[in-house]
């Protein structure tokens, strides 16, 4: 079956800029994650949804950084007056509450380049 | 992306020999660990689990070992093949979210 998407794979943008990350979670799963993953580190935890409503936000670094999933299904993460900082690759996982260990299925993450 | 695991540390292999690799964990109680891999241009990508009431959990050609009191994990793979060439983290699950470990990248040459 289709696992989690991410749209979009690439996204060169201006320092300043404001951009959105799309991500498509596997049918059914109610929990989603974002995560950032920078040159040569593990992922970060960014933010946590079940369902429609944010569980644990306490990754998302300042409040630059925004997320929704306003219909417990897909998710953005919107990001405000860029920096380069925020250069990196952005995953996404979801998973199903209804599992024993509650595995986390990674999406293949958005490559996100700050000028 | 492909750019991960340039400043990783590296674990050279020969095809078909064992490979071990090494994870060091933060929270003495986490009551979950996976291992993931991670290739060129993907996310990472669950191998195996375990849970600390257990100290070793097989699967396909990997094992995993837990060791509680100096905080360690191990993955083993049996008969490393190429397509086994890949940055592989530790996570360690903080209640829903997972914590991830510093990275290491397994080579394979022939």
């Known amino acids: 079956g289709a696992g989690v998407s991410q749209t979009p794979s690439n996204k060169v943008t201006e320092k300043g800029k404001y951009v959105e990350l799309r991500c498509d979670p596997i049918?059914?799963?109610?929990?989603l994650y974002w995560y950032r993953q920078s040159l040569g580190q593990g992922p970060e935890f960014l933010i946590y949804?079940?369902?429609?409503?944010?569980?644990?936000d306490s990754g998302l670094p300042n409040d630059r950084f925004f997320a929704v999933r306003p219909e417990g299904s897909v998710s953005t993460l919107k990001i405000q007056r860029t920096e380069r900082g925020d250069s990196a690759v952005y995953l996404c996982?979801?998973?199903?509450?209804?599992?024993?260990?509650?595995?986390?299925?990674f999406g293949p993450g958005t490559r996100l380049t700050v000028l | 992306g492909e750019s991960v695991g340039l400043h990783l540390p590296t674990l050279s292999v020969q095809e078909g020999d064992n490979s071990i690799i090494n994870c060091a964990y933060s929270?003495?109680?986490?009551?979950?660990f996976i291992w993931y891999k991670q290739e060129s241009g993907k996310g990472p990508q669950f191998i195996i689990d375990?849970?600390?009431?257990?100290d070793k959990r097989q699967g396909q050609r990997v094992t995993v070992l837990l060791n509680k009191t100096v905080k360690h994990l191990s993955l083993q793979i049996a008969a490393t093949q190429p397509g086994d060439s890949a940055v592989y983290f530790c996570?360690?699950?903080?209640?829903?979210?997972?914590?991830f470990g510093t990275g290491t990248r397994l080579q394979v040459f022939p």
């Open positions: 049918s059914g799963h109610t929990a």
């Open positions: 929270n003495s109680a986490s009551d979950y």
């Open positions: 996982a979801s998973s199903s509450r209804q599992g024993i260990h509650n595995e986390q299925f």
């Open positions: 375990i849970r600390s009431n257990m």
């Open positions: 949804f079940q369902g429609t409503g944010a569980a644990d």
């Open positions: 996570a360690e699950r903080d209640t829903d979210k997972l914590i």
